[in-house]
């Protein structure tokens, strides 16, 4: 069975505070991004995966791989205006193979476990669409129309992560779809087809660097 991810890092940065686009931020020295891509080829045998970059970075991603030797993927398409877009053109670069499974994942999710990334892809290889997800373990109050709140159960809610896999051939079929707002991940593209969902567990360290806060989890 042949795997691919699709990693998108579409981020320019202005929600860290800084010049430099947050999955090219350095941890151990080295960028989150180089950290993501070898958990996958860490994770998984023989992975092809798919870089989506926003065009301007493409020469400084090159420039990174040279200055820190590291193996970039050979496939690397160009980022869209949305992330719906972004994962079109990566799933472009992709062969039509019934058997194959793909999962895309956050290049700004460099804590993602070998276990998660196991468990997502084993499952998607039965046939399912796949989430990782963690327990909500904080209290959730919703925002009313008329401005009051009320205190939401957290135990029928979860926290979905990425990789979110499943069988290539679906997932490219789901992208024929026309663009939605809706579309806030690729399991709700998916799921706009009637497709049901099958959640597997993540990991909590899994965490999407968004904001300076974020960088207390960096070592």
Request: glycine content about 8%.
């Amino acid at each position: 069975m042949k795997t691919f991810a699709i990693i998108v890092a579409g981020g320019k940065g202005l929600r860290m505070g800084g010049d430099v686009p947050k999955q090219f931020l350095p941890i151990g020295g080295k960028p989150v991004l180089m950290h993501t891509i070898e958990a996958f080829r860490e994770a998984l045998d023989d992975v092809q995966i798919v870089l989506v970059l926003p065009a301007e970075q493409h020469d400084y991603w090159q420039k990174l791989c040279k200055d820190h030797n590291f193996r970039s993927p050979e496939l690397i398409a160009t980022g869209g205006e949305t992330r719906f877009h972004s994962v079109k053109n990566g799933l472009a670069l992709l062969p039509e193979d019934d058997e194959a499974v793909v999962g895309v994942h956050d290049g700004v999710r460099p804590f993602v476990s070998r276990d998660t990334i196991q468990r997502c892809f084993g499952t998607a290889a039965e046939g399912k669409a796949v989430v990782p997800v963690v327990p909500v373990v904080e209290t959730l109050r919703q925002i009313l129309p008329d401005g009051t709140s009320i205190t939401r159960p957290r135990n029928e809610y979860r926290l979905v992560q990425t990789p979110q896999t499943f069988p290539l051939a679906l997932l490219k079929r789901a992208y024929e779809q026309p663009y939605s707002e809706s579309f806030t991940d690729d399991a709700s593209v998916v799921e706009a087809m009637g497709k049901e969902i099958t959640m597997v567990e993540g990991n909590r360290e899994n965490i999407k660097l968004t904001t300076p806060a974020d960088l207390k989890f960096l070592p």
